[in-house]
């Protein structure tokens, strides 16, 4: 087939030339990307801003024009001669990128932080697409999720180098926060589209390019104030341009800072350095070095229930207090894990291949307050809220539900000296500490693209990973106590058989283990372009190990707690295609599929690592097929995709960590959930059009039906035993059979998302634009343990309940949407140019009308059977009712920046 694909006969084409300038200044723009819409026909500008395309060009068409920090030229063609001279075509640069960093910032100390499945939607900002644009820049504040995808379905890469954590799937944002400057230069595949540099997920692909000469030279100086999560950010950035002696390098840092974000007692404290050197060996082959620190330390917030809105309001989180005077939290996490990225580029008329190689190291920790036989210090617990006396079994007691209100609204947050005067003995009663991760990570990879001729191209690359990754508990702060007894409170036994029982402040308690991981990776994929329509198929191959060693022999799991478990080990498989056929130069419809297989990530494989090496028995792969229809639609004024899509996973592995109780007894349990199916399907819509030079339109609409596909089985691991002898398996678990939750939506953000956009962009360089935004059908995350069998059951008598039919089980656990919200977000800018410095401002402001809104919640497990569950209903102010997360009201985000 390779053979008969290089002897095709050629055709007559087309040569379409021009010049490439920056708007201001009149200089020309280095690596302007220039290409025929719908076709893969593409070109670069030269040091002189100029290019030239060979293209066998047949009808009218739509040429592209675009560079990092511009605004994306498009213009109208028709094959009237064989030789197209367009001159110079002007860019005009783009201020709208200085969003994107709060955007990614508030979507991941959100959500990401309190494990829930959010999608990390900021690589988005790599696209000029109108629909996924809105999607992370308006939808995002509701943390909408493109097609229903958790985002380790995308994967990110930074020169080449995959950056998806194996503890989770998904990247981890952080790690380069604060350094817009030098992250944007990007390149972003949709969906189950071909990428040059990796298989990658189902979701899209992002690689962020940090070579200093893919960047705009010069000094760049901007200051941001905001009041969402950070208030203020300082950003300088130098890069020398590439030198004639062939040597680039890059230098940029920022700070964040905040005493309080929107949320109450979210304090933020950030830093991010950068450093690039790139060398031009000769006119083939460079190499560059990129290092980079992002630390991020910031207070966390909670979810919360409906009677604690309605007492404190959408901003209230019970994760801080006053102590003398400052705000301090609870709940903080430290994020500080830098890397070293050393690349080898070739690059020929006819063959790419990039080689690196990175380290990345450093620690990930979240602070708690641990309470030891002492009163729970979280002002939110069931116990001190109204609802507990007015839930009572014994009857309500207004009286008291009364006094517990008027005592939360007095001393609604974290009492500091409290805690202080309750450490008065030696031993520690309470004990601030941090849940740790130390990551050591190696990764060698390489990719190669291979241009066999115009028609004929091949791409393919190779990965391979080792991490190793120490966890344990540190205490931080004893409170004023002397030492901490390291024993499980509710089984009177010790954590560190073999270690000191008193442990002091710096110490390691609680648990220590550690994780091993491995991952081989192929991938290749070939392409085949036409003048009327073009092909690829793709192929991976991926091996992977995970092993758990543990560091404290836990006296609950004397036979599997200390030392290493055996090796589980997964080998999947993936492949994908994609055809597109164009109908004319400006309409043409393509079509995506793929089947791939893929193991579960590290932290669904151990049950309970922090305590045993128990791994879930008979653990399976996960399955995607997937496949998407889309029509596109470039006309001069209107541009336009519209997209279907199905996609199923299934052998999904889940396990989530709660106190229960439940029909086979009470206790902090795992609880692992296999062979779960879900279902995504919807169709996507966006249109821009261009009413006037000044003037804008676009129409975004996303409707989606994401739920569960099937009835997965469902077992719970008990800490101290406490569920019924009988009961308990060989493995240590209860197996409660199928979980009914077949045809429940996911809690995956609004699964129909509508918006209308208009934008003003005066001959002056200054624009506003306007955004309103609909957002429905969005659910809190179901129990699962409430919808298998022990639910009916009585823990006290082993009988089930009379009262539980099908029809008052169906009404309690019914699941309703979240309420639907409209939302109108406005942005605005302007820039000068004095005396070759360019000055510009950009505003941003969200939620104009300050509505409130739910962006997603889960449900209480705790009442895990029927009884408890309908007595704590009984009033309409449940103890233990769903969790839900608010969106920010009113917010703002202001840049200012200097360039030269």
Known sequence: ?????????????????????????????????????????????????????????????????????FITQRIPITPADDQLDLGIIYLES????EQTDNLITLTDSELVDDGISAVSIGFLQATRDVFLNRAAFDFGQAFFRVRGYDSQNGQVLINGIPMNKFFDGRPQWNNWGGLNDVTRNQEFTNGLSASEYTF????????????????????????????????????????????????????????????????????????????????????????????????????????????????????YNPYWGNQNGEI???????????????NHYYESNKFRLNTGISYQFGTNARGRLGYYNGPNPDPTYYRYLPSFYVNSPIGANFISANLAKEGF??????????????????????????????????????????KINDKFKMDFGATYRILTSDNYAQIQDLLSADF???????????????????????????????????LFEAFAQFKFNHKKWNAFLAGSYNSIGYQREGLFLNERFPENSLGKSDEVKFANYGIKGGFDYKITGRHWVTVHSGYLTRPPVLQNVFINPRENNETVPDILNETISTIDLNYFLRLPKLTGRLTGFYTR?????????????????????????????????GVELGLEY????????????????????????????????????????????????????????????????????????????????????????????????????SFFFDPETGQPFPEATEENVNKLLAQSPLDSFYLLNMVGGKSWLKKGKYISVFLSINNLFDTVFRTGGYEQSRNGNFGQLQQDNLSGTPSFAPKYWYGYGRTYFLNLAFSF
């Open 94 to 97: 783009d201020i709208t990128l």
């Open 328 to 342: 301090r939290n609870s709940r903080e996490r430290k994020i500080a894990e830098p890397f070293v990225l050393l």
């Open 649 to 681: 996973f299934q052998n999904i592995t889940d396990i989530n960590f709660f106190f229960v109780d439940a029909g086979v007894g009470s206790d902090f349990v795992q609880e692992v959930t296999t062979e779960l199916d879900q279902l995504h399907m």
């Open 200 to 315: 990658g997920g189902i979701l899209g692909n992002t690689n962020i390019d940090t070579r200093p000469s893919g960047l705009r030279a010069g000094t760049r100086l901007s200051s941001s104030f905001s009041n969402r999560t950070y208030a203020g950010r300082l950003m300088a950035t130098y890069n020398s341009g590439l030198k004639e002696n062939g040597l680039a390098y890059t230098i940029s840092s920022s700070r964040r800072w905040a005493t309080e974000g929107y949320i109450k007692g979210t304090s933020y404290d950030a830093y991010s350095l950068f450093g690039a050197l790139e060398y031009h060996l000769d006119t083939r082959n460079a190499i560059s070095l990129t290092g980079i620190l992002a630390s991020n330390r910031r207070g966390r917030s909670s979810a919360i229930t409906e009677e604690i809105f309605e007492l404190a309001g959408k901003r």
């Open 409 to 450: 609204l007095e001393n609604p947050q974290i009492n500091w000296p409290k805690l202080y005067t309750g450490n008065t003995t030696e031993m520690a009663t309470y004990v601030l500490y941090n849940d740790t991760t130390d990551d050591k990570q190696l990764v060698f990879n390489s990719i190669g693209n291979l």
């Open 690 to 789: 261009q009413i006037s030079s000044d003037v804008k339109l676009t129409a975004v609409a996303s409707i989606g039906k994401h739920l569960y596909a099937n009835n997965p089985l469902v077992s719970i691991n008990f800490d101290t035993a406490g569920a019924e002898e009988d009961l308990i398996n060989p493995e240590g678990s209860v197996n409660l059979g199928p979980a009914d939750i077949k045809d429940h939506k996911l809690a995956q953000g609004p699964q129909q998302a509508y918006a209308l956009g208009i934008e003003y962009r005066a001959p002056k360089y200054w624009w506003i634009a306007a955004t309103t935004n609909y957002l429905t059908n969005n659910y809190a995350n179901i129990s699962k343990i409430t919808r298998t069998q």
């Open 1 to 69: 087939m390779l053979l008969f694909m290089t002897t095709l006969l050629g055709q007559e084409t087309n040569s379409i030339s021009g010049s490439v300038l920056n708007e201001r200044i009149k200089t020309p723009i280095i690596d302007a990307i220039v290409h025929i819409e719908g076709t893969a026909f593409k070109s670069k500008t030269d040091e002189l801003g100029r290019f030239q395309l060979e293209i066998p060009l047949k009808s009218d068409a739509i040429l592209n024009i675009s560079a990092v920090d």
């Open 484 to 518: 901490h007894t390291d024993i499980d409170p509710f089984s009177d036994t010790e954590n560190d058989v073999n270690g000191t029982l008193n442990k002091g402040e710096g110490d390691v308690f609680n648990y220590h283990y550690r994780m091993d991981a491995n």
